[in-house]
């Protein structure tokens, strides 16, 4: 017959969970794994971060309502052109150019952008920007007409010059969420965010990542500046698309259709 | 159980052990902040939430499902069994509160309805356009029937068998989380760090899982089978250590085999609780009590101490020439068995 075989000293001690403590030598067990499990979990907590890719220098300041005065243009897409201060160069534009948006995923509204169309308005919003585009979101109902009684400034005019057709590739993001609604701005989880700003009229925008961290980037517009909400699809994917290439001010504008994207796959 | 109800049977070690875990998830989220605004400061601070909550929340599920293996290899991690629910409620509420930053920064604020957002935003079949956050969903909603049903309550009201069903859904959740994660964040984060540590999980998980059912397959298959009849040989009364069982399979189901106060006693190994094996517990004070639960039974009849009511099926044993032999045929749940007497044998 076989003798029976010491059991391990571990199997000695036997814990039963409505009991007050637990066997010495098991709680010492298991604070040593506790400690290990929490040693490694701290290092991810560090690590995730650590590693998350390097976004763009955007910014949404939530907080800070500004007042803003300016000229209120709704071609090609909704915006204030606001005067820059002080005396600047001849190659820079006397105009910046602040896209318009409402708060939240939503457009400013096309019978707003209607009324308020080539008049000098004053309005209140926050600020979204990056190191080359702005855009403010306009509280609702803050938008005044400024009713110049004499010396009504001169219309502004912005440079605008066709580059011609170009078939360009990037990635196509809202512009309100690549200038700062959320950032990061772009990517695969931010996708469901973009396409509801896209489907509530925000501009879309193609990103073009060159060498050394930098990027260009086109707003879109439909054919007689109507937004193509309908390429909400293609938003958070990379396309290639085809359309004519404007400069209008400081800023890259390009017009295109449904038809031209992904070499007319659409 | 041998207890009284209620709403959570706190202990020393149970309040110990949860007190740990919160000040564990308290400081990951402390720290992913900290480094978040460190390394990346112009991250959003909803976007900073979302990543750290649904990070601690996958971290700890991965902690969650190797206790189950942990505890088959090594029984000095079987207390924490006793705590795993509390982190399963724990990693849901980590889980919501992800899956609610998530709603409320990418899906609302716009003229489609939150939920119908969260499902119908990507339907595609490339990788861009996969539905991930759907399988995120999924999980969560799953997670959600697991917390809502994890107290005693519900053990006892489903059934251990369908309770215990219910709750194996955790692996489904796991496998949806998993698709959700590499579908989701892992098409935007480039370092090679991210896929390695979700591979790395997944395969500990998988290692530990097969290491365990391996060694149950051991313990299955290589006992022995000589038999009598009805009955079946199993060990030498020695092999048995007292208040302490050996396990066997026999025809298919494992029969704990206990030896006490100079008897032989044989009962099913599956715990009516929660399908614990019996046959790794002890007996204290005359009951027969499972490692996993504390689950106690008498192990003359198999009726659970009172006031609980379940019953497991018991085993007829004989002792002949110092061996014990148990009839494979089991008696019905809760019937009385004479048990074999050691000294009587000798």
């Known amino acids: 017959m076989k003798p029976i075989e010491p059991r391990d000293d571990k199997d000695q001690e036997f814990f039963i969970g409505w009991e007050q403590k637990v066997p010495p030598r098991q709680k010492k067990f298991l604070y040593n794994r506790l400690i290990g499990i929490f040693t490694f979990a701290f290092l991810v907590a560090i690590l995730l971060p650590a590693l998350q890719v390097h976004y763009s220098q955007s910014f949404h300041y939530k907080n800070r309502l500004v007042n803003l005065e300016g000229y209120f243009t709704k071609n090609p897409l909704p915006s204030l052109l606001v005067k820059r201060p002080g005396g600047i160069g001849e190659e820079i534009p006397s105009y910046s150019i602040y896209y318009l948006s409402y708060p939240q995923k939503r457009a400013i509204p096309l019978e707003v952008a209607d009324m308020y169309d080539s008049q000098w308005v004053s309005l209140r919003g926050t600020l979204l920007f990056n190191q080359s585009d702005t855009m403010i979101e306009v509280q609702p109902r803050s938008i005044d007409v400024i009713n110049y009684y004499e010396n009504t400034p001169p219309r502004p005019i912005i440079p605008e010059k066709s580059l011609g057709i170009h078939e360009l590739k990037g990635e196509l993001l809202a512009s309100k969420t690549y200038l700062g609604a959320t950032n990061p701005g772009y990517g695969k989880a931010l996708r469901a965010s973009s396409v509801l700003h896209v489907t509530g009229g925000i501009a879309p925008m193609l990103v073009i990542n060159l060498p050394e961290d930098t990027t260009h980037e086109f707003i879109l517009i439909g054919e007689n500046n109507i937004p193509i909400e309908a390429i909400a699809p293609y938003v958070g994917t990379e396309v290639k698309i085809k359309g004519e290439v404007i400069v209008w001010g400081d800023k890259l504008v390009l017009k295109t259709n449904l038809t031209m994207i992904n070499g007319g796959q659409s | ?346």
């Not at chain 2, 609302?108 to 490339?126: K, W």
């Not at chain 2, 079946?232 to 208040?243: A, H």
């Open chain 2, 1 to 346: 159980m041998s207890f009284s109800y209620k709403a959570i049977d706190w202990t020393p070690f149970k309040r110990a052990i949860n007190n740990y875990l919160w000040v564990g998830i308290s400081s990951y989220l402390a720290l992913f902040t900290l480094a978040s605004i460190l390394f990346t400061p112009t991250i959003s601070l909803n976007i900073m939430l979302i990543r750290a909550f649904g990070s601690a929340a996958f971290l700890l599920l991965h902690i969650i499902l190797a206790i189950g293996p942990l505890c088959r290899i090594d029984s000095r991690f079987l207390p924490l069994l006793y705590i795993r629910r509390h982190m399963g409620v724990s990693c849901f509420i980590l889980a919501l509160m992800h899956g609610l930053l998530v709603i409320f920064t990418h899906h609302t604020g716009s003229d489609v309805h939150p939920l119908v957002s969260v499902f119908s935003s990507d339907s595609g079949s490339t990788i861009s356009t996969f539905p991930f956050q759907a399988f995120g969903a999924i999980a969560l909603g799953i997670m959600l029937v697991m917390a809502a049903t994890s107290h005693d309550f519900w053990l006892k009201n489903l059934s251990a068998p369908i309770w215990k069903s219910l709750h194996m859904l955790v692996y489904i959740a796991y496998i949806c989380i998993i698709i959700h994660v590499t579908m989701g964040i892992l098409q935007t984060e480039n370092s090679i760090v991210y896929f390695l540590l979700i591979f790395a999980g997944v395969t500990t998980l998988c290692t530990l899982h097969v290491y365990a059912a391996i060694k149950e397959f051991r313990t299955d298959f290589t006992a022995k089978t000589n038999s009598d009849g009805d009955l079946v040989e199993t060990f030498p009364v020695e092999d048995i250590p007292e208040d302490r069982a050996r396990i066997i399979n026999l025809h298919g189901e494992r029969v704990a085999i206990f030896k006490h106060d100079g008897k032989i006693y044989a009962v099913s190994n599956v715990c009516q609780h929660q399908n614990g094996p019996l046959g790794e517990g002890k007996i204290i004070n005359g009951c027969i009590t499972c490692p996993w639960h504390g689950m106690q039974y008498h192990p003359e009849n198999g009726c659970a101490k009172e006031p609980s009511t379940e019953k497991i099926p018991t085993f007829n044993t004989v002792i002949k020439d110092g061996v014990v032999w148990v009839d494979h045929k089991p008696n019905l749940p809760g019937s009385p068995v004479k048990p074999a007497v050691i000294h009587e044998a000798h």
